[in-house]
Each structure stands twice: as structure tokens, then as C-alpha cells.
């Protein structure tokens, strides 16, 4: 601002002028999460559309679409209760992927230039969460180098086959909230637990191209 012949303020004054003339007005942070694809295509419309009549149809199926979702969500919820009530007969399991630059190793709390110097690059590591609601230890996590191991159905079957045999006994019911192409990839290999006779049924939800990859029943409950 100085440098352009303007007069510049102390950051305590700025707030405190804004608290007193201008508390109306809000920063919105931006979240470190993705955004939804369609949530966010559907909230661009609205804002650029002003008329009432072409505003009500994109209104109708940004609401369909939150109660999809939220249906979902309640599914979820109802596993996870279903399964911390009955542990001994159910596990609902959660599986999640996390591959962003926050993941790299090392971390260090300042970005020193000398470690991008001569290629030196962070090592770029991906992470993979699950939670088991109702065993313990109730959290797991593997760690895979991006790149040498890519993030294909694969390393999604082979995380949660790891899980299954870590637990104590055979699990019954998995929630895979994945992408199409993982979920579709995780059927054969719960088809193939029935053939051994793991389970006696299986069902889970579906909706929007996923098919079911879900609860089922201990043969020895």
C-alpha cells in the first residue's frame, strides 16, 4: 500500500474497524477436504441463475441429491450402532484413502528449500484409514509408497483383506465407501468369502451404479 502512495493501517486497527463498522461481513475459510463434484456444479447454477422458474428445477435436484446423500449417511449410522450393540455378531467397517501432499515424509512444520535442492523431493506416501466400529482396536491405518504402488483395487482388496485377518475373528459386515471401480473390485472378494462359507448372506445398499458390498451373517453367531 506505501509503496503505491497509499496510507497503510496496523492489523489491529483493520480488525478493530471491521468488528465495529462491518461484523456483517464473514471470511469464508476454504476446507482442506474435497468438495462434492455435484455439489458443487449445482451451487455454481444457483448462483448464476436468478430467475424463479429456471432456479426451481436445479432447487429440486440439488435437495434430491442432499437426501441421497444423507441417506447414506443414516445407512452408515445404523450399521455402526447395529455393530458397537453387537459385537460379537457384527463389524462394520469404514475405508477411506488419503493421498495429499500433507502425507509426504518428512513433515516438518517449515518448507526448507535445501530438500527440493538436486531432486531431493519429499517422499510422496499415501495413507489408508479404516475404522472397525465394535473390535477392537478400532482404527487402522497402511501406508503405501505413491507411485511404486499405485492406488488401484488391488491395494484396496489387499487393505482390507489385511484388516479382516488382523481382527480377532471373522467380521460381518463392511461399509466400503469407495469409488465404482474399488467397490466393484471388492465383490469378488466377499463372493468369495461365501464360498467358504465365512458368511451365510450378504446385502448392503445400492444406489447410483454401486453394487452391494455389505453385512452378513457369521455361520458360527
Known amino acids: 500500500m506505501a509503496s503505491i502512495g497509499n496510507v497503510s493501517i496496523s492489523k489491529t486497527l483493520f480488525y478493530a474497524l471491521w468488528s465495529s463498522n462491518f461484523d456483517n461481513y464473514k471470511f469464508h475459510k476454504r476446507g482442506a ?4 463434484e455435484i455439489c458443487v456444479t449445482l451451487k455454481q447454477k444457483l448462483m448464476q441463475e436468478r430467475r424463479p422458474d429456471y432456479r ?14 444423507m441417506s447414506r449417511r443414516n445407512v452408515y449410522y445404523a450399521k455402526r ?17 488419503m493421498d ?12 526448507i528449500k535445501k530438500l527440493h535442492m538436486g531432486g531431493c523431493l519429499p517422499l510422496p506416501v499415501s495413507l489408508t484409514g479404516m475404522l472397525t466400529h465394535g473390535r477392537d482396536p478400532g482404527a487402522y491405518c497402511h501406508l503405501s509408497l505413491t507411485g511404486l504402488w499405485p492406488g488401484d483395487p488391488n491395494f484396496t482388496v489387499t487393505s482390507l483383506a489385511k484388516c479382516l485377518r488382523d481382527l480377532e ?49 457369521r455361520r458360527y453367531a
Not at 426451481?56 to 441421497?68: G, T
Not at 450402532?81 to 484413502?97: E, G, M, N, S, V
Not at 509426504?104 to 517449515?110: E, G, S
Open 33 to 36: 477436504f474435497a468438495k462434492c
Open 81 to 97: 450402532t447395529i455393530a458397537k450393540a453387537q459385537p460379537d455378531k457384527y463389524l462394520c467397517l469404514i475405508h477411506d484413502k
Open 169 to 217: 475373528q471373522v467380521p460381518d459386515d463392511d461399509d466400503h465407501t469407495g469409488d465404482l471401480s474399488r467397490t466393484t473390485s471388492t465383490t469378488p472378494l466377499f463372493a468369495s468369502l461365501l464360498d467358504q462359507t465365512a458368511f451365510k448372506a450378504t446385502m448392503g445398499n445400492e444406489g447410483d451404479g454401486f453394487p452391494c458390498t455389505g453385512i452378513g451373517t
Open 56 to 69: 426451481r428445477p436445479i432447487e429440486e435436484q440439488r435437495d434430491k441429491h442432499m437426501n441421497q446423500q
Open 100 to 111: 495429499q501432499a500433507k502425507t509426504n515424509i518428512p513433515r516438518l512444520a517449515d518448507n
